[in-house]
C-alpha cells in the first residue's frame, strides 16, 4: 500500500476539466459539509482524466479517473470539496481514501475523432457521465497554477494544494454534459439546463502532483484563530 503522506507526479495524462452552474444550487450547497460554504454563485467542478501508462507516474501507475466536488469560497487557491472519486485503479482508491477522498470504483475513457472529444465515465459497466467537447490542438500556450482540494479526514477538513502545468488546445467548446443516472448520487452535480460552463479546458499533456502529507485545508474565513504564545491554533 502507497504511503499517504508520500507526494506523487503525474505527467502528460489526457484531462477535460470543466466548472458549471447547477441545475440544483441547493442541494449543492448542501453536500458541504459544516465549516466550508460556497460562493454566492454555486459552482460544480469536476475531472475526467486518463493516465494511459504506469512509466507517466511515480508510482501511481496507470489509471483513469473522475472526480466531481463543490467549490469553496475563501481557498488559497480554486478548488473545493472533493464529493466524488471514481477510480479504475486499486493502488490509486487506497492511496486517495488514505488521504481522505470519497473513493469509488469507476473507469474513464477519452477518445477524440477529429475535432470531436468525447470523455465518458461508466461505474459497473454502465455510462454515468459523458462530455461531449469541440477541440482544437496545442499551440505555444501553456496553463499553469494550483488546485486547493479539500477532504476529510478523522473528522477534521485536510487536503492540500496542487501544482499543475497543462498543454490546452485552441479552440474548445462544450458541447454537452449529461448525468445518464438519475438514481446515482452524483446525478445532484448535474449543470443547469442550458448549460453555463464557467472555466474548461482539454489538455492531452496535463501534469500534476499530489503534495505531500494531509495537513489540515480551511479556507481563510475559517482559520482560527492563534494563541499568541504558542502559536497554534486555538482548540488544537
Not at 10 to 33: G, I, K, T
Not at 193 to 211: C, D, H, Q, V, W
Request: with cysteine; hydrophobic share 40%.
Amino acid at each position: 500500500m502507497l504511503d499517504p503522506a508520500d507526494p506523487h507526479l503525474v505527467v502528460h495524462s489526457r484531462m477535460v476539466y470543466l466548472r458549471w452552474l447547477p441545475a440544483a444550487p441547493d442541494a449543492v450547497v448542501a453536500l458541504l459539509p459544516a465549516g466550508l460554504r460556497a460562493g454566492a454563485d454555486p459552482q460544480v467542478f469536476m475531472n475526467q482524466y486518463v493516465v494511459d501508462d504506469e512509466t507517466q507516474t511515480s508510482g501511481l501507475g496507470a489509471y483513469s479517473l473522475t472526480y466531481l466536488g463543490v467549490c469553496v469560497a475563501g481557498l488559497a487557491a480554486p478548488g473545493g470539496w472533493w464529493t466524488h472519486y471514481l477510480c479504475s485503479s486499486a493502488r490509486m482508491r487506497g492511496y486517495a481514501a488514505a488521504r481522505g477522498a470519497p473513493v469509488g470504483v469507476g473507469h474513464t475513457w477519452l477518445e477524440r475523432r477529429g475535432d470531436t472529444l468525447v470523455a465518458q465515465t461508466e461505474v459497473d459497466g454502465l455510462p454515468l457521465i459523458r462530455t461531449r467537447v469541440h477541440v482544437g490542438h496545442t499551440g505555444h500556450l501553456i496553463r499553469s497554477g494550483h488546485h486547493h482540494y479539500v477532504t476529510a479526514r478523522g473528522g477534521e477538513l485536510a487536503g492540500g494544494v496542487h501544482p499543475y502545468v497543462a498543454e490546452p488546445v485552441t479552440p474548445f467548446e462544450v458541447e454537452s454534459v449529461d448525468f445518464l443516472d438519475p438514481a446515482h448520487p452524483v446525478h445532484a452535480l448535474r449543470p443547469a439546463n442550458p448549460l453555463s460552463i464557467t472555466e474548461g479546458f482539454y489538455s492531452p499533456r496535463a501534469s500534476f502532483a499530489y503534495p505531500g502529507g494531509t495537513g489540515k485545508s480551511l479556507p481563510a474565513h475559517q482559520v482560527p484563530e492563534r494563541r499568541a504564545r504558542s502559536g497554534r491554533p486555538s482548540g488544537s
